[in-house]
């Protein structure tokens, strides 16, 4: 087993490209683990009658939680490795002859499959598990959590089809141009949350979808281009957390970087200014580091790990929340279990989540060694298959949409 391992581990650094980022592709991988890690830690149950699954935060009662949102909430860095990333591939494309408009179906369509595989096989699956005696409200759960990220497959999505004008301004402007951005989502939440907020209509916040998650993306892209060097960086992680700092203390923005049930205002949904400046310490951080954790990447044993979770991302994002409830559903049934379906309002229910992590990661890679296929081309599936794919995801979006 030692030997298999070995090899393995030897044959990912031999088929490595000398010029491959490995800095780039660490970060990315350390963004993607932050994303189950973060639900995991950051989410839990409460059982109701009949074994319902009911969501439930350990954020509402446990206030030393937030300061570990900051840390699992890393979308700043997966913003940021993805506006490289998209700059570099852009570029390779445009090389080859390829026009943009092609490049950007390719990455699209990289993005769309395994959101189809996911939500086509929870529409089969639902009417299955109602038949075996499942809740109905455990159901809508399970829903909700399939969903939840899901939504950053479509911000991404929409970002990403921004790159040939994130690199036209990213070249002109450099990092400034991610400023306009900063300036829109703090004129915003000075609207929604100023002296004037009762005038303000509801629906203000929703601007900040846009600005709010392409300022990560459109930093990335000046890193790409070359347009975001270290001086920059710095300015970025100092003036970050003074604003981050100025934001909590002064201004009495929410400590949690995701929403918290009971509370009536959020960092995340939509992007309030407190993540911008959060993602400004990340981003300048990953610009500053770069070249140690490149250097630290050249260790074959630490480097096949990042290639393996790079490889998987969308399957890690999309499947993750299954693997927690492929552990959680069966033991709603059994009863209350520590750390799996009792309140998360105690430090015995973190030890108990704690342990229960390795479960999940197990059932995410068993359900991964399936669902993987998703990610590549659907070439054995006929057009018949596919016909019935897009019906059932369809199916399980407008279910997602009634319970969400």
Same mark, same amino acid.
């Given at each position: 087993?030692?030997?298999?391992?070995?090899?393995? $581990?030897?044959?990912?650094?031999?088929r490595?490209?000398?010029?491959?980022?490995?800095?780039?592709?660490?970060?990315?991988?350390?963004?993607?683990?932050?994303?189950?890690?973060?639900h995991?830690?950051?989410?839990?149950?409460?059982?109701?009658?009949?074994?319902?699954?009911?969501?439930?935060?350990?954020?509402?009662?446990?206030?030393?939680?937030?300061?570990?949102?900051?840390?699992?909430?890393?979308?700043?860095?997966?913003?940021?490795?993805?506006?490289?990333?998209?700059?570099?591939?852009l570029?390779?494309?445009t090389?080859?002859?390829?026009?943009?408009?092609?490049?950007?179906?390719?990455?699209?369509?990289?993005?769309?499959?395994?959101?189809?595989?996911?939500?086509?096989?929870?529409?089969?699956?639902?009417?299955?598990?109602?038949?075996?005696?499942?809740?109905?409200?455990?159901?809508?759960?399970?829903?909700v959590?399939?969903?939840?990220?899901?939504?950053?497959?479509?911000?991404?999505?929409?970002?990403?089809?921004?790159?040939?004008?994130?690199?036209?301004?990213?070249?002109?402007?450099?990092?400034?141009?991610a400023?306009?951005?900063?300036?829109?989502?703090?004129?915003?939440?000075?609207?929604?949350?100023?002296?004037?907020?009762?005038?303000?209509?509801?629906?203000?916040?929703?601007?900040?979808?846009?600005?709010?998650?392409?300022?990560?993306?459109?930093?990335?892209?000046?890193?790409?281009?070359?347009?975001l060097?270290?001086?920059?960086?710095?300015?970025?992680c100092?003036?970050?957390?003074?604003?981050?700092?100025?934001?909590?203390?002064?201004?009495?923005?929410?400590?949690?970087?995701?929403?918290?049930?009971?509370?009536?205002?959020?960092?995340?949904?939509?992007p309030? @200014? @407190?993540?911008?400046?959060?993602?400004?310490?990340?981003?300048?951080?990953?610009?500053?580091?770069?070249?140690?954790?490149?250097?630290?990447?050249?260790?074959?044993? @630490?480097?096949?790990?990042?290639?393996?979770?790079?490889?998987?991302?969308?399957?890690?994002?999309?499947?993750?929340?299954? %693997?927690?409830?492929?552990?959680?559903?069966?033991?709603?049934?059994?009863?209350t279990?520590?750390?799996?379906?009792?309140?998360?309002?105690?430090?015995?229910?973190?030890? %108990?989540?704690?342990?229960?992590?390795? $479960?999940? %990661?197990?059932?995410?890679?068993?359900?991964?060694?399936?669902?993987?296929?998703?990610?590549?081309?659907?070439?054995?599936?006929?057009?018949?298959?596919r016909?019935?794919?897009?019906?059932?995801?369809?199916?399980?979006?407008?279910?997602?949409?009634?319970?969400?």
């Open positions: 087993m030692r030997y298999k391992v070995r090899a393995a $581990v030897r044959a990912v650094e031999e490595t490209p000398p010029h491959r980022d490995r800095a780039v592709d660490g970060l990315r991988a350390l963004a993607l683990l932050a994303v189950p890690l973060g995991w830690m950051l989410g839990g149950f409460t059982r109701g009658p009949q074994g319902a699954l009911h969501n439930a935060s350990p954020l509402a009662t446990l206030g030393f939680f937030a300061p570990l949102s900051w840390m699992l909430q890393l979308l700043g860095i997966f913003f940021l490795v993805g506006g490289c990333a998209s700059v570099l591939s570029q390779r494309a090389a080859r002859g390829q026009p943009a408009g092609h490049w950007l179906r390719g990455r699209l369509v990289r993005l769309g499959r395994p959101v189809l595989g996911v939500t086509a096989v929870w529409a089969a699956l639902l009417p299955v598990l109602a038949l075996c005696g499942v809740p109905e409200t455990t159901l809508r759960t399970g829903a959590l399939v969903v939840q990220p899901l939504w950053f497959v479509a911000v991404y999505a929409g970002v990403t089809a921004l790159t040939p004008y994130c690199v036209r301004v990213a070249r002109r402007w450099g990092a400034w141009s400023v306009p951005l900063l300036t829109v989502v703090a004129v915003v939440d000075l609207l929604r949350y100023g002296p004037f907020a009762q005038q303000v209509p509801s629906w203000t916040g929703l601007v900040n979808l846009l600005p709010g998650w392409l300022f990560g993306y459109q930093l990335g892209v000046c890193w790409g281009a070359g347009r060097r270290r001086k920059a960086a710095a300015v970025l100092a003036g970050g957390g003074v604003l981050f700092a100025v934001l909590l203390v002064v201004f009495d923005y929410p400590a949690s970087m995701v929403g918290v049930p009971g509370q009536s205002r959020t960092n995340s949904h939509p309030s @200014l @407190l993540v911008l400046a959060l993602a400004s310490v990340q981003c300048g951080a990953a610009v500053l580091l770069r070249e140690r954790i490149g250097h630290a990447l050249r260790r074959p044993a @630490l480097w096949a790990p990042v290639v393996a979770i790079n490889l998987s991302a969308m399957t890690i994002l999309c499947w993750h929340q299954t %693997a927690m409830l492929a552990a959680a559903v069966p033991g709603a049934a059994l009863g279990v520590p750390g799996l379906t009792t309140a998360p309002d105690s430090l015995g229910w973190v030890l %108990a989540r704690l342990a229960w992590l390795p $479960v999940f %990661a197990v059932s995410l890679v068993a359900i991964g060694s399936v669902t993987r296929r998703f990610e590549t081309p659907w070439r054995g599936a006929g057009r018949g298959a016909a019935v794919a897009g019906a059932l995801a369809a199916a399980f979006a407008l279910y997602a949409f009634a319970v969400v």
